[in-house]
């Protein structure tokens, strides 16, 4: 696969991408463009769409004052889509857009705002979402966009995993004190890594009943973050990249 380029500006699109196509911009990606990185025809920006990879294109005038981008030739291919599910207890507004970043730079291929006893934020703006699942994207070279889902109740967001993918539940109580060695036992000898999903709770933590239910499902690995309390949004980071190292794609 090629290396990434950061040199060039990047921007996610939502056109189908071939060579020699022109792609039309909306208003704000014409505004970045053109007053804010002062770039002129003919000038390199970098173009994805989530679906055909990345290709290199270039600023075209589109009529007075408009702009659009004529693509040249791929840079990348698409990569396979990922299959780790993110569900989190939503935060309030600035934590959860870093939240949100994190968890696009760290290989989520899907976010399951999920709504429990003691979940802080009582409304979830899924457009802000994805407009932060774009953001990280584009700032990151990441080319497969995750999936956002609307803001569900945690049981129904259980049932909807089905029951062939390993959750692991964040637990500061788990039996098991190192996180590496529960994890480990995730993947049979000689087998292959189920599909995987990650839950962290809210700052106020699980209900007991929440609890008790995650403890009774199959296939749920409950893992210690360490000797410290961790706030929602860190505990994020940490637990995805346990699992990205453990079991994902980070081996």
Not at 103 to 129: D, F, I, W
Not at 191 to 220: K, N, Y
Request: with cysteine.
């Amino acid at each position: 696969m090629a290396r990434y380029e950061f040199r060039s500006p990047r921007l996610h699109v939502e056109a189908p991408l071939a060579a020699g196509r022109r792609v039309p911009l909306t208003a704000p990606q014409q505004h970045y463009l053109r007053d804010v990185l002062r770039l002129d025809p003919g000038d390199p920006v970098l173009v994805f769409n989530g679906r055909d990879g990345e290709w290199r294109a270039a600023v075209a005038e589109e009529g007075r004052r408009a702009i659009a981008l004529d693509v040249a030739a791929p840079t990348r291919p698409q990569p396979p889509p990922g299959d780790l599910h993110y569900l989190f207890a939503p935060l309030k507004r600035a934590r959860l857009d870093y939240l949100v970043q994190k968890a696009v730079e760290m290989g989520a291929s899907r976010l399951v705002p999920v709504m429990t006893r003691h979940t802080q934020a009582e409304r979830v703006n899924t457009g802000r979402l994805r407009a932060n699942v774009v953001e990280a994207a584009e700032q990151c070279g990441i080319l497969a966009l995750p999936e956002v889902d609307e803001p569900q109740p945690l049981a129904r967001a259980l049932d909807a995993l089905g029951a062939g993918r390993c959750l692991v539940f964040c637990d500061e109580d788990a039996p098991v004190a190192d996180p590496l060695a529960a994890l480990a036992a995730v993947r049979p000898v000689g087998g292959a890594v189920p599909p995987l999903a990650v839950l962290i709770g809210p700052e106020g933590g699980f209900s007991e009943e929440e609890r008790e239910a995650l403890t009774r499902r199959d296939g749920v690995v409950r893992l210690a973050l360490g000797p410290r309390i961790l706030r929602a949004d860190t505990a994020a980071v940490a637990a995805l990249a346990l699992v990205q190292a453990v079991l994902g794609d980070w081996r």
